[in-house]
């Protein structure tokens, strides 16, 4: 079975600094996607960027990227010129792309909470 | 473009009493997801629905909690005999067919049981 972890609770960055958010998984699979999502207080889940697992190429949306590292299982987010904003709970989440299952649900890891320091 | 909409946003029930949570679908999507959210913890997967057919329920407790998609109308994630422990957040989900760009989440549905 799939696993997500997030190993870090909490962290803090200053506004306008770079944070690095951690993610792990563990996986038999070799054709997945990756997905980050922002839960700010509101509670409402917001997609902030995903990633497929046969590309290469790292994603970017605009201030978040990530580094996936596809060996060593690992699937970082980093936000660059933190924003007050930024600040929420950070869930890492995993999707088999076999679908041949009849099933496309998500494992979620547990979160890192995000402070934004002005 | 409504997205997916979840009522109530939340529900008090007293235990034994039974709660309904109503999710309505974005236009054109035609899977729905649920999952749990306990506190300071992540979303749980409970069940996968597409019209008028449960697709995964792996996720469901055994006793007490069913789910239905009917063609038409809302998905409904039914609990009954609601106990202190069934407070959480509830999350429904949806996609087209193939979500590979990511599901769109409702606001949720938090259920307080006293």
């Known amino acids: 079975a799939q696993t997500v972890t997030q190993s870090q609770p909490e962290m803090s960055v200053q506004e306008a600094e770079t944070v690095t958010l951690s993610c792990t998984y563990d996986?038999?699979?070799?054709?997945?996607?990756l997905f980050w999502y922002k839960q700010p207080p509101s509670r409402q889940m917001i997609l902030v960027i995903r990633?497929?697992?046969?590309?290469?190429q790292n994603a970017t949306e605009n201030r978040f990227s990530v580094n996936f590292q596809k060996a060593a299982k690992s699937f970082s987010l980093k936000i660059s010129d933190s924003q007050l904003g930024d600040a929420a709970m950070y869930f890492c989440?995993?999707?088999?792309?076999?679908?041949?299952?009849?099933?496309?649900?998500?494992?979620f890891g547990t979160g890192t909470r995000l402070k934004v320091l002005a | 473009n409504a997205g997916v909409m979840q009522n109530p946003r939340h529900l008090v029930r007293r235990r034994g009493q039974e709660a309904r949570l109503r999710c309505s679908p974005m236009?054109?999507?035609?899977?729905v997801y649920w999952y749990r959210q306990l506190p300071e913890e992540g979303l749980k997967f409970m069940v996968y629905l597409q019209k008028e057919n449960i697709i995964d329920e792996s996720g469901m407790p055994k006793e007490r909690f069913s789910a239905e998609f009917p063609k038409e109308g809302p998905s409904i994630l039914r609990i009954q005999q609601v106990v202190r422990g069934d407070s959480a957040a509830y999350f429904c989900?949806?996609?087209?067919?193939?979500?590979?760009?990511?599901?769109?989440f409702g606001s949720g549905t938090r259920l307080t049981v006293v």
């Open positions: 990633q497929e697992a046969y590309k290469q």
């Open positions: 989440a995993y999707r088999s792309a076999d679908g041949t299952s009849g099933t496309y649900k998500y494992i």
């Open positions: 236009k054109g999507h035609s899977h």
């Open positions: 996986t038999s699979e070799s054709d997945y996607y």
């Open positions: 989900a949806s996609s087209p067919p193939a979500g590979n760009y990511g599901y769109t």
